[in-house]
């Protein structure tokens, strides 16, 4: 029997009252009751869901106008099932919703941040003196004031470095390894029981390198060079030399030693060591047999720093600072610009290709990567700048040699003017697709980059775009850099923007004003000031308010905003419109410094707005590869007593992943860089990717999957779930499904509400009660021993189950 | 609204018995009208792809280095192409003026068949030289409309009720869903059958069916409305029933070869490129062969792929080169589906349409860096065992030529429109896979619009004369 005629289905949401000025996009509207079916003395009340649901509650009453009671029974997703003892009645749904702080926190950690670790979560929003997300908001819009070191930015010494780790290992034997052909000094090693760097007696033998290499340290065959060196120590007569043929990886291709006696299992240990770099020195890596203790370096700061890192190394380090950084603000916004004035590794390695003929050192790769490095370093100052402006970025990107050659400025000559440049510089870089300008700008802006060029100017002359260039690419000293070459420039005048006015959709101060932009005839090297002139010009235009203020909204809030057809002066102007319409008012307002366009003011305004902070925002978009791979990893994230994490990566290996799931970082072709945007990113190709990813991250080093499929390219993303769980959960309460799957519940899907999570909690529970077969209870979890293998290739599992559900798809 | 699109979902997504049995025994649903198309990224060379040489301002003062030079009259067979042709010229097309890429000439065979047509001058209204904005109106089907993120191709499969009831309507292997069939409810997409599944956590993956079937079954509870879950729901379902169609279209396989026995249509690896094709081609025919068989043997409608590298600012080439290996890769996927299609049997092929789209021609004059810049009109290849094949819109009676002629038509500097794309597909989706006048203009808004003039031809909205569709069908 369906509706029976006496029971009126009532809806009501308390705790939610909607005020005239919230539009929908802001908040949905009330849940209501759909059906109500009663029969064999049951009856079931079904509802449709609401976001952000702390607890969804039936109540009936025997009258319409109440008293409503509590109605017994059980709740299972959006449906209620009780008895029909009492009789006919009317029902009533109750939400109780989420804390909005939650909700709030949820996209803060999202959407500033790189997905919360679970000490993030605990210190905005559910541990004690949880500082709320606005707090954490203040926080990351000053970036220069949280401390922090990553290990990777550490200066180099003169001569040895130190370095130490602490963690808890699974063997006991240290493999020393160059990872490519190279070599390196290294003396004073030292391994000690507990925390304390040299705290104790030296568990290695012949650490110091003062005897001889034979009896205690066994040298592999691509180590063959390898020796003692009275040339260079730090301490005593000698250090090692390590060299390398080829690079190594395991026991066969390292030196190595197995400590004896044997390590003790669950104790931390540290190491540490002194190294001296050589003009050879790539990288190199100790660490034990199973992980624990793993250090490779030189620090990889110290690498790109130094103008010597590959290209594989600066997508390690992006990837570490994302994973790590108590900055992810700075971060995010970093990735989010670098992707803006995207340009390409590989087209750089192949113009310098064209311009060395020495190709033995393969230093294109270096240089390469070094603009690409040189463009994130600078960028991040500006960001670490409370006066930093659009324009600044503009700026950096303008002058990149990577940008130079990317969009075939290089070959750009009087006469001959290349289009691309211009193009996306309008198109993409400020004022957006067909925002204000047409071909002939284009073709007139042309003109006026003709003449900047890539090339190596000699030492000294390093910020002199005036310079020649030294004779001998291939051997003479230099640096490769911005050059301008008045001999390629188109010398006369150039008219930008002729006839053309704001929209009037801009309304005032912009509306009707002329931009037109003369760029006088100019010869020699003053007629550089072209290009300067044009960035001068574009960074503040109301189109490149609009289209920026668009990508940012985009970035933070949602997909749905839009450059080119808000009319700002429309009275009845959409929340969206409204909220880029606050972004150009603060893009307009002097900064600190008296400059427009100050990045916080905007960014403030797009992170204070309503939109931003309610459910307009929530969960509204889909992670790129980038966004999903490091917060699957964070979401794991917590530091151990002992040293190290419960979660951890070298960087390098995430780098297969990304390739996959088509996000090869500084490999981008196309000008528009990577996607805002859930459709671009979600195929079934895509979601496979990211569940073979996140079976792969969640894989004991212990298990055959671990390598299956990305060979050795995965070994190094480890993780520990029952490790965190020993963290979060009293010792009993590991035998708990319900307790274990909570603790997932919390950290993974804040913002969701627990109302609208039992589906998937029941799920996680029904899994940890299953073996492979997935038969409900086929294998009871709180059988399992918490220490054994099983129960923790269980954890794994479910974890992995979690972490390819849609909601961790979203942010 | 969710509700409604979380029903369709599952009738247009599982697999009814019945098909399940087909697809184990391969044998092809009946009355299946097929599509398969081919997007050439980065704006192809429509001048060097459909020659124009009876035209004197195809020279070497326009295209220097670029210039392929015009057939040897005396080989010109009339409406036919010659079967060995000379490699280093333009290949004749019979109509005493267009010709060839001579690296097109594998698909010499289709074009004698009569089943390869040839449209030269397509492009639309206001044509955009942007990569992306063009891209995007030839996806979505509708020019100048930014917001649409539906395609078309999409649109002819769902809005048609060709889907109804099918596991596969539409199907694209390359490694993002492209938008010509992205809309609310996902179609499926995969780059490598090889990876197309999941991995396991436990020792030996013993838990991968089990992490698979409850990924599933989370993909069918309700949720609470947010902008993607609509399409991250029905995309995670999709990926769960496609793995195990795809297990038994076998696409693992590689065992489809030519005519002679020994020549493997889709060189793949070392040991199937009898061609001697380049190894760096391997990817790309590892994809149309996976897109063909798919294609060939489910209730697919539509299935395609892409190829990048038609972007040639510089070192573009003319006999031999980028754009001409491009070309080769062309030639020989027509080819090669025209006979794997064929040796199923010879309803399949008469079923299926091939089509190429790319985003722009080039610019009729070659630039300083021995390459070509974004222009407008470029060509479309169809094919198909019931297309009427034969050059179309590059001849002496459409084609002005000279220095004031069609090849300079636009702005002065670009090859000017007479078809739009629109025309072309038009006729696909109505005559081919069957749709109304009225589910034509869902799928391409505008279609019966008498001012776009798609139908019948005249002057279009931004001026130009454009002769509507071309009988293809």
């Known amino acids: ?143 220069e004031k949280i401390q922090e070191d990553l290990g990777l930015d550490k200066p180099s010494s003169d001569g040895w470095e130190f370095v130490s780790s602490t963690g808890v290992v699974s063997s006991s034997t240290l493999y020393l390894y160059m990872n490519s052909p ?26 110091d390198f003062e005897s001889p290499l034979e009896g205690s340290w066994t040298i592999s065959a691509n180590h063959v060079g390898t020796a003692l060196s009275t040339t260079e120590k730090r301490g005593g007569a000698s250090s090692l030399h390590l060299v390398a043929i080829s ?107 064209g311009k060395l003929t020495n190709n033995v050192n393969r230093v294109e790769g270096t240089i390469a990567t070094d603009f690409e490095y040189r463009e994130l370093n600078k960028w991040k100052q500006v960001l670490l700048n409370p006066n930093g402006t659009f324009y600044d970025l503009l700026k950096i990107s303008v002058e990149s040699p990577a940008m130079v050659i990317y969009l075939d400025t290089a070959v750009s000559t009087s006469g001959n003017a290349n ?166 008012k603060a893009w307009e307002q002097p900064g600190p410094d008296g400059r427009k366009g100050n990045l916080r003011a905007v960014l403030r305004v797009i992170l204070k707005s309503e939109l931003f902070f309610g459910h307009g925002a929530s969960r509204q978009k889909v992670k790129t590869p980038f966004e999903y791979t490091v917060s699957a990893l964070r979401s794991l994230r917590a530091p151990l007593p002992e040293g190290g994490f419960t979660a951890d990566t070298d960087g390098y290996d995430f780098q297969t992943a990304l390739q996959r799931l088509n996000m090869r970082l500084f490999y981008r072709e196309e000008p528009d860089g990577w996607s805002e945007f859930a459709r671009e990113w979600v195929g079934t190709a895509s979601l496979m990717e990211r569940m073979r990813f996140v079976q792969n991250l969640l894989a004991a080093s212990t298990s055959s999957v671990k390598d299956d499929d990305y060979g050795t390219d995965g070994i190094n993303n480890t993780t520990d779930p029952v490790g965190l769980l020993k963290l979060k959960v009293p010792g009993p309460a590991l035998k708990d499904a319900g307790a274990v799957v909570d603790v997932f519940m919390k950290y993974l899907f804040i913002g969701e509400g627990a109302g609208n999570l039992s589906q998937d909690r029941q799920a996680a529970i029904a899994f940890l009660n299953s073996n492979d077969t997935g038969i409900s209870d086929s294998s009871k979890f709180s059988t399992l021993d918490p220490n054994s293998a099983v129960y923790d290739a269980r954890v794994r599992g479910m974890v992995s189950f979690l972490l390819s559900l849609p909601r961790f798809q979203e942010q | 609204m969710r509700l409604a699109l979380a029903a369709a979902a599952a009738s247009a997504l599982g697999v009814p018995p019945a098909l399940r049995q087909a697809l184990a025994s391969g044998a092809i649903p009946k009355s299946s009208k097929k599509v398969f198309f081919i997007f050439l990224r980065g704006g192809n060379d429509g001048l060097n792809t459909v020659i124009p040489w009876g035209d004197d301002a195809y020279n070497t003062v326009n295209r220097p280095t670029l210039h392929i030079p015009a057939p040897d009259p005396l080989t010109s067979l009339k409406g036919l192409a010659p079967a060995s042709p000379d490699l280093t010229r333009a290949i004749d097309l019979g109509n005493g003026f267009a010709g060839l890429h001579p690296g097109l000439k594998e698909a010499i065979p289709v074009y004698n068949a009569g089943q390869l047509a040839v449209v030269h001058r397509v492009g639309y209204p206001r044509q955009s030289r942007s990569h992306f904005d063009s891209q995007r109106y030839w996806e979505n089907g509708v020019p100048r409309d930014n917001l649409l993120g539906s395609g078309l191709l999409y649109r002819a499969v769902m809005d048609t009720g060709l889907a109804e009831g099918r596991a596969f309507p539409a199907v694209s292997v390359q490694s993002k869903n492209p938008l010509v069939l992205r809309g609310p409810l996902a179609m499926t997409n995969l780059s490598d059958p090889r990876r197309y599944d999941a991995l396991g956590v436990s020792n030996n993956a013993t838990d991968k069916q089990k992490l698979l079937n409850f990924m599933a079954a989370q993909h069918q509870i309700e949720y609470p409305t947010k902008d993607q879950r609509d399409l991250l729901f029905t995309t995670g379902l999709n990926l769960r029933e496609s793995i195990d169609i795809l297990k038994a279209v076998g696409v693992e396989k590689n065992n489809i070869f030519d005519k002679d026995g020994k020549t493997h249509l889709f060189p793949i690896d070392a040991a199937s490129n009898q061609k001697g094709f380049p190894s760096g081609w391997y990817s790309y025919f590892s994809k149309v062969k996976t897109a063909a068989q798919i294609l060939a043997k489910t209730d697919a409608v539509v299935a395609g792929t892409e190829i990048g590298g038609f972007d040639t600012h510089s070192d573009q080439g003319g006999v031999t080169g980028s754009h001409a290996n491009l070309m080769r890769q062309i030639a020989w996927t027509v080819y090669a589906i025209r006979e794997y299609y064929s040796s199923i049997s010879p309803a399949l092929w008469e079923n ?107 002057t279009s909205l931004d001026g130009a004369k454009i002769v509507g569709e071309l009988g293809l069908l």
């Open chain 1, 419 to 584: 289009e691309n440049y211009s193009r996306e510089l309008l198109e993409l870089f400020t004022m957006g697709v067909d925002n204000g300008y047409d071909q002939h700008d284009i073709e007139e802006m042309s003109r006026a980059w003709t003449g900047w060029r890539a090339d190596k100017l000699p030492v000294g002359q390093e910020t002199n775009p005036f310079a020649t260039r030294v004779p001998n690419r291939d051997l003479d000293p230099g640096y490769w850099t911005l050059q301008f070459r008045p001999a390629n420039h188109d010398t006369k005048l150039k008219t930008l923007f002729a006839d053309k006015t704001a929209s009037p959709r801009f309304g005032p101060p912009h509306a009707g004003r002329s931009y037109k932009l003369v760029l006088p005839a100019r010869t020699g090297n003053a007629a550089m000031q072209d290009g300067y002139d044009i960035i001068k010009h574009l960074a503040d235009l109301p189109y490149t308010q609009e289209y920026l203020s668009v990508k940012l909204c985009q970035l933070f809030v949602h997909e749905n905003f839009h450059h080119g057809v808000y009319d700002y002066t429309d009275p009845n102007l959409s929340a969206e419109g409204r909220l880029v319409r606050e972004c150009l």
């Open chain 1, 1 to 143: 029997m369906r509706f029976p005629r006496f029971l009126l289905p009532v809806a009501f949401a308390f705790g939610l009252l909607p005020g005239d000025d919230l539009n929908s996009a802001e908040l949905p509207s009330a849940p209501r009751i759909t059906e109500i079916e009663a029969g064999g003395g049951r009856t079931k009340v079904r509802f449709t869901p609401y976001p952000g649901t702390e607890m969804f509650r039936v109540l009936k009453s025997g009258s319409v106008v109440g008293p409503f009671h509590d109605a017994e029974g059980v709740l299972s997703g959006y449906e209620w099932e009780g008895t029909s003892e009492g009789g006919a009645g009317f029902y009533r749904l109750e939400v109780k919703p989420l804390d909005p702080k939650a909700v709030a926190a949820a996209t803060v950690l999202n959407r500033l941040a790189y997905g919360p670790t679970p000490e993030d979560v605990d210190r905005v929003l559910t541990g004690p003196g949880a500082i709320g997300p606005e707090a954490y908001i203040e926080e990351q819009l000053q970036p």
């Open chain 2, 352 to 458: 299926t349409v091939i089509v190429t789209l790319s985003e722009f021609g080039r610019t009729s004059k070659e630039n300083g860096n021995e390459g070509t810049d974004h222009a407008e009109a470029g060509p479309m290849l169809v094919a198909g065992g019931k297309i009427k094949g034969g050059v179309y819109q590059c001849d002496n009676a459409s084609w002005k030529t000279g220095p004031q002629g069609v090849m300079f038509g636009a702005n002065s500097r670009y090859l000017s429109r007479s078809v739009d794309y629109r025309s072309v597909f038009g006729e696909i989706v109505r005559d081919h896979l069957g749709a109304s006048a009225a589910q034509l203009e869902e799928v391409i808004p505008g279609y019966g619009n008498p001012r776009e003039v798609l139908q019948n031809g005249g």
């Open chain 1, 182 to 207: 190279g070599d390196v000094y290294i003396d004073d090693m030292v391994l000690v029981r507990g925390t304390v760097a040299g705290g104790g007696s030296n568990l290695l033998k012949n650490g």
């Open chain 1, 247 to 353: 690079g190594g990886t395991t026991k066969a291709s390292s030196v190595w030693q197995t400590t004896s006696p044997a390590l003790a299992n669950g104790q931390s240990y540290t190491l540490s060591f002194y190294y001296k770099r050589t003009p050879g020195t790539k990288r190199f890596t100790a660490r034990f047999s199973g992980g624990g203790i793993s250090v490779q370096n030189p620090s990889l700061g110290v690498l790109l720093s130094q103008g010597a890192a590959s290209i594989g190394d600066l997508q390690a380090w992006h990837t570490l600072q994302a994973v790590r950084s108590k900055r992810q603000l700075n971060q995010v916004l970093l990735q989010f610009f670098d992707n803006h004035f995207t340009t390409l590794y590989s087209k750089s390695v192949e113009y310098l290709d």
